[in-house]
């Protein structure tokens, strides 16, 4: 297998909403915040739904690479219920190896609802269900080792039992990629996601403001000496000013395209990792990587949804 992506499975629930709504609800918008079930159910019972899709960051990008032609799975934990049900059945339509058997568990399937405000950001609310108890058990060592790049997702570190499962892959795997995820969780943990950074990671996706948290600092610069020091393959999203890839020491730019219409930024990011990571396994240049990620990036904001 190409790519293996393992993260949180979530059901994606799209629904559109005015910024009083996130006022009302103390919402911080373009974050994510993690819920409980009965908060979940409370905001959900306020909403119309837009479109549920089989989500996570990952998964997410997973699916993106599959629709470019690659030969990729995911790993991400659904109890046997109707929304996980709908989960493995929505990724198999895509294409993608899911490589999971589910079981009735004690908690349900994970969810998120994605609010989407006029100006096309999203602010999303999080109820992990089973999708954060995913163990070591979960992953078979197999599995990682007949893959050429893991992909993991620093939303796992958000739960105590996927830190089992986030090592056993890293020690198994032969490549490794991690995206940062959302700047609230490099705040979180930010002296174990430097660590990785540091000495685990050999692909690291990040945007601006998270790359900037990570090495406590408000200088784009000192980010690209930070990176260029690791002589690791670096990938920093910078929305309009376009993207950066500092890649065993090289700083290769690209700039974002113009004159889009936005409808909705959900799994831009998700979407351009996608496009680098398929530069990356059909051996294209940091330059065309880039380019590619940008393509996607800049079609997935276009629509409803993490989609293309």
Not at 103 to 125: F, H, V, W, Y
Not at 226 to 244: D, H, P
Request: hydrophobic fraction near 40%; proline fraction near 1%; glycine fraction near 8%.
């Amino acid at each position: 297998m190409k790519i293996l992506g393992i993260g949180n499975a979530i059901v994606d629930v799209l629904c559109k909403v005015d910024d009083d709504f996130l006022q009302e609800n103390y919402l911080t918008k373009s974050t994510m915040k993690l819920i409980d079930e009965i908060e979940f159910k409370n905001l959900l019972s306020l909403l119309r739904i837009e479109e549920t899709i089989s989500g996570g960051s990952v998964a997410n990008s997973i699916v993106g690479l599959s629709q470019l032609g690659n030969h990729v799975g995911f790993i991400g934990k659904v109890s046997n219920d109707d929304l996980g049900q709908k989960y493995e059945d929505g990724l198999k339509k895509e294409n993608v190896n899911y490589l999971y058997s589910k079981k009735k568990e004690l908690t349900p399937t994970g969810s998120c609802l994605i609010l989407i405000t006029p100006d096309a950001e999203r602010t999303m609310c999080t109820f992990l269900g089973t999708a954060g108890k995913i163990g070591h058990n979960d992953i078979e060592a197999k599995t990682i080792k007949n893959s050429e790049i893991i992909f993991l997702e620093g939303y796992l570190w958000d739960e105590g039992d996927p830190k089992k499962a986030f090592d056993k892959a890293i020690d198994n795997s032969k490549k490794v990629a991690m995206s940062l995820s959302d700047l609230f969780c490099v705040e979180r943990h930010k002296k174990h996601f430097l660590e990785l950074v540091k000495n685990r990671l050999d692909i690291v996706f990040a945007n601006e403001q998270e790359i900037l948290s990570l090495i406590d600092s408000k200088s784009f610069d000192e980010a690209i000496s930070f990176s260029k020091n690791l002589k690791k393959n670096i990938i920093i999203t910078r929305g309009e000013k376009g993207a950066v890839a500092i890649n065993q020491g090289e700083v290769v730019e690209c700039i974002a395209e113009k004159n889009l219409k936005i409808n909705d930024l959900t799994g831009a990011g998700d979407l351009f990792a996608a496009g680098y990571l398929h530069g990356i396994i059909n051996k294209l240049n940091t330059k065309e990587s880039l380019s590619k990620g940008t393509e996607l990036s800049a079609k997935i904001i276009q629509k409803i949804g993490a989609r293309i």
